[in-house]
């Protein structure tokens, strides 16, 4: 099967890849879940084409899995606007903005994934743009150098990222609408589970999908990832039914445990305990002790564990709970 490697400007999709869009849904309607997210973006866009103009640029932030891309695909389909996809550490220099600045039409979406990775430089060229439609340009260099300014068209930035705390205040500042994504809540993961069941033709017991759910984070792209490796068992296997069983071989073939823990994730907790006595500890010294960056831990593996209350957050530190000692079967 092929990588997602560019190959002649046309990119080769992964069977994940093709299934992945498959599952994507396309319209509000078949979007589960985020209703607050969904009502707010419903109504900005119902206004925006009454007025017949652009939405405001938006920001979508949150873990990563929760729907941003899918999001702004859905609102540029809403909007009947053509999307330009680009990524934050795709931007190198600021020519690689400005040459996709320059070919938007009227009403087009720029949709930026991974915003905290846009470089400064990148960034102060993005603040007039998004603000008055300028692009200034500074042709050549040294002495001879020159400012050049384009006037842009009416554009939409639709920015997003797993990591808002990155990203500096001026750029938050520009966008009209900031929406959080937040972890979806169990019903709805076993309603995206369904969903995703059917599309795939894959028959699932109920009992089978609770299982996945809770092993979900709550995050739709793991639930989806779950099920298409139930779904390779069943086929390897000659099974009909993805069922409670095959379920749980995947999960212990993936060493995911009933609470969607991850190694990493087991390996923080017990860090804690075992290191520093199940805490309070603060988070220089489990960054140390885990040779991982603080930033890291606080937004991408922390969130997870509160919600769930196996770690809890005091002002002395961090605390790993009673329900973590359980679940890791430590006596305390
Ligand atoms: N697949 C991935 N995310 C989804 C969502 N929010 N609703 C329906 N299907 C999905």
Redesign the pocket.
């Known amino acids: 099967m092929s990588s997602g490697k560019t190959v002649n400007n046309s990119t080769l999709l992964s069977r994940d890849e093709t299934v992945d869009s498959a599952?994507?849904?396309l319209n509000f309607g078949?979007?589960?879940?985020?209703d607050r997210v969904k009502g707010n973006l419903r109504m900005m866009i119902e206004a925006a084409k009454k007025r017949t103009e652009p939405i405001d640029h938006l920001l979508f932030y949150g873990q990563a899995g929760?729907?941003k891309t899918?999001l702004a695909m859905i609102v540029a389909k809403e909007m009947n606007a053509n999307i330009k996809v680009t990524s934050g550490p795709v931007l190198e220099k600021t020519g690689d903005l400005a040459a996709i600045l320059s070919t938007l039409d009227e009403g087009d979406i720029l949709f930026i994934d991974e915003a905290h990775r846009i470089n400064r430089t990148i960034e102060e060229m993005l603040y007039p743009a998004m603000e008055s439609r300028k692009l200034h340009l500074v042709i050549g260099k040294g002495p001879a150098a020159r400012m050049m300014t384009l006037d842009l068209p009416q554009f939409t930035l639709i920015a997003a990222t797993t990591r808002v705390n990155l990203l500096t205040s001026p750029l938050r500042s520009r966008f009209g609408g900031l929406f959080k994504l937040d972890y979806?809540n169990p019903v709805?993961i076993e309603?995206?589970i369904e969903?995703?069941a059917k599309i795939l033709g894959v028959s699932i017991s109920p009992e089978a999908i609770t299982i996945l759910a809770s092993a979900s984070r709550f995050t739709?792209?793991i639930?989806?990832r779950l099920l298409k490796r139930v779904r390779d068992l069943v086929e390897v296997s000659d099974r009909r039914v993805v069922d409670e069983n095959a379920a749980h071989k995947v999960l212990s073939m993936f060493e995911i445990d009933e609470l969607g823990l991850e190694e990493h994730d087991r390996k923080l907790l017990y860090t804690i305990i075992e290191r520093f006595n199940g805490g309070p500890v603060g988070l220089g010294s489990i960054s140390a002790a885990l040779g991982e960056d603080r930033g890291t831990i606080e937004d991408v593996y922390e969130p997870y564990l509160l919600k769930i209350g196996l770690l809890s957050r005091t002002s002395q530190g961090r605390i790993a709970t009673k329900e973590a000692y359980n679940h890791l079967k430590k006596d305390r």
């Open positions: 599952l994507r849904p078949d979007y589960i879940g985020q929760l729907g899918t979806y709805d309603k995206i969903r995703s739709p792209r639930a989806n």
